[in-house]
């Protein structure tokens, strides 16, 4: 409807008001997987061919869309433009952290009284999220942890309620801002059912096309699900470790680079509830089935 109405108005198509700048915009539905976030995948799925990423260089400013130089950004990106061009690049500035300007969406969901598409000021603290704009947990449970960043994010402990939501620091956590999915967990959740969980989403949307991220992340869900029905050994966490550096080091493209990152936060974070799973066959959180 926006376009058509673009159109009518001369804003859009060819002679725009009147002079020689011809502009226009396309709508392209996609096929709904996870990999096209990736940029060189996007493409190739517009091209009408199959969805996965290819190496780089050359880059898409180089070669991109129909082999054409091409610039990629993503709708939030769009969204802030009529913005500064009204108000000004300084009045955008003026919100958010030192190095990270202006808002950030994100999806807040899991074990929180409110929930929602939020917009918020970057740089502010994770507990303000939870507690002011979310509500805090429901029931009355304690939280547990916030997973930031999609499936291939990174977990947050309750220890660190104070970061700040920006760029940088959320990096150092092992967290990243990703595509601003923002999960709250209480204290009934089993962390590495968790890591279980996205890991099994991240090998389904693997496109397959590089063997780090094809095979590297079937073997760590088949680790992670041994765990889980209490078969696991107490050298599989070296395994993981190992594992995930290699894969993030030598995947193709980001789905890869990043899909271990939920293994890596929780045994940062939540390592004795791996070791409970393995050496007492105990699920802590009792949504492990067969340690129950």
Do not use: W
Request: charged fraction near 25%; hydrophobic fraction near 35%.
């Amino acid at each position: 409807i926006a376009i058509e109405q673009a159109k009518k108005n001369e804003l859009l198509g060819k002679n725009i008001l009147g002079t020689d700048f011809n502009f226009d915009i396309e709508i392209r539905m996609g096929a709904g997987a996870f990999v096209c976030g990736e940029e060189t995948a996007l493409m190739r799925s517009i091209e009408g061919k199959r969805g996965e990423p290819r190496p780089k260089p050359p880059y898409p400013a180089q070669k991109g869309l129909f082999e054409c130089p091409t610039v990629l950004n993503n709708v939030e990106t769009f969204a802030n433009i009529p913005y500064i061009i009204l108000n000004g690049a300084d009045d955008f500035a003026a919100v958010g952290s030192e190095k990270s300007r202006g808002t950030k969406v994100f999806a807040l969901a899991g074990d929180i009284n409110n929930t929602g598409l939020i917009e918020i000021p970057i740089g502010m603290p994770l507990g303000t999220i939870i507690y002011d704009i979310g509500g805090g947990i429901p029931n009355n449970k304690k939280l547990k942890a916030v997973q930031i960043g999609g499936p291939s994010g990174g977990c947050i402990p309750t220890d660190h309620l104070n970061v700040k939501v920006d760029y940088e620091s959320l990096q150092e956590l092992g967290a990243i801002m990703g595509s601003g999915g923002l999960i709250v967990m209480d204290e009934d959740t089993c962390m590495v059912d968790l890591a279980r969980y996205f890991m099994e989403f991240i090998q389904e949307e693997s496109c397959g096309n590089c063997t780090p991220c094809r095979q590297g992340t079937r073997i760590m869900l088949n680790i992670l699900e041994r765990i889980c029905q209490g078969k696991g050994k107490m050298e599989d966490l070296d395994i993981l470790e190992e594992l995930s550096e290699q894969i993030k080091q030598t995947s193709l493209c980001g789905l890869g680079q990043t899909a271990p990152n939920p293994i890596i936060a929780t045994l940062r974070y939540f390592r004795e509830e791996y070791i409970e799973h393995i050496r007492d066959k105990k699920c802590r959180a009792g949504v492990c089935s067969e340690l129950v």
